[in-house]
């Protein structure tokens, strides 16, 4: 993985009709930065436009040569590393902004109750004023003159995630990374639709994913395999501690997390927290009182 060391703003050919723009926003939670892609060769499909960053915006405007176009906008989910600067990009070529639906859409009834209750989101921020011209549902095609692209929804890392198949290649957005397990951090992140996109998305044949961060992954099936053990596994730790008593996500996070860095936690603590709120609709946990990020759960 650390091997994954583009040069950012450099559009590089990764197969038939597919670049990839690396943004210059590279941190603990987007690894080298933001994968922009870009589809077809006359009209053109930009896939997540990335941080609202003027140097980024020029970047994917230059890999346009004379005989192209951008003509669709397609955003995978609207945390603040994807999704801003589609309304600049949209402003300069006229192309609509394509997505699920605002930051609220796709959220599951115990989300939104979290989050009329107060709990804001976490880890990478979410992009407030995302409102895409044209929504879409799972299931729809998206077409160009010489490429096609299927949405599906896959909510969990965020509840308005979609993902975009062309043919057996697919771009996953941040639900499925090599370099990383995806952040899963309530409201905008649910544990249980996650794992329910998983499976979605295993039950094809994939030839290449291409995430919203980090290089193409080249076993598919194996890496949602590993994601879908991992966060099992997880699973299993956060009941095993729970045995020794009653805990938060933030105490269980740090008995769990023992070599993350401590900048890191918070971050940590959201993920554990994910699993409880999952746990508790198998019934294998209850909150103590109510249900909220401080909650202290019990097995039950």
């Known amino acids: 993985m650390m091997a994954f060391n583009p ?20 941190s603990p939670m987007t690894f080298r930065g933001t994968n922009t892609y870009l589809i077809g060769t006359t009209a053109l499909a930009v896939i997540d436009p990335g941080p609202d960053n003027a140097a980024h915006l020029e970047a994917i405007l230059a890999a346009v040569t004379p005989n192209q ?15 801003p600067l589609a309304a600049a990009l949209s402003d300069k070529t006229g192309a609509p902004i394509i997505g699920f639906g605002g930051p609220a859409a796709g959220r599951s009834d115990v989300m939104q109750a979290l989050a009329e209750s107060g709990l804001a989101g976490g880890g990478e921020g979410v992009d407030a004023h995302f409102a895409p011209d044209k929504l879409v549902a799972d299931g729809d095609m998206i077409s160009g003159p010489d490429w096609s692209l299927e949405v599906i929804h ?39 639709d996650f794992m329910a996109s998983c499976v979605k998305l295993r039950a094809r044949n994939w030839r290449f994913f291409h995430a919203g961060h980090g290089p193409a992954i080249e076993s598919p099936g194996a890496r949602l395999d590993w994601l879908m053990a991992h966060r099992r596994s997880r699973e299993g730790e ?16 740090d008995l769990i997390y023992k070599e993350t860095p401590a900048a890191l936690l918070p971050a940590a603590a959201r993920n554990v927290f994910a699993h409880l709120v999952d746990l508790q609709g198998k019934s294998r946990v209850s909150a103590v009182r109510d249900l909220c990020a401080d909650a202290v759960f019990e097995l039950q």
């Open 7 to 26: 040069e950012p703003g450099v559009a590089v050919e990764l197969g038939p009709k597919v670049r990839r723009i690396l943004a210059p926003n590279p």
């Open 69 to 83: 176009h951008i003509s669709h906008i397609c955003v995978t989910h609207a945390h603040l590393d994807h999704s």
């Open 154 to 192: 896959t909510p969990g890392h965020f509840g308005n995630h979609i993902a975009f198949a062309m043919q057996d290649i697919c771009f996953v957005g941040d639900h499925v990374m090599g370099w990383a397990s995806s952040l899963v951090s309530p409201p905008d992140g649910d544990l249980t």
């Open 238 to 253: 956060i009941l095993l501690a729970l045995r020794e008593g009653p805990a938060s996500a933030e105490t269980l996070a």
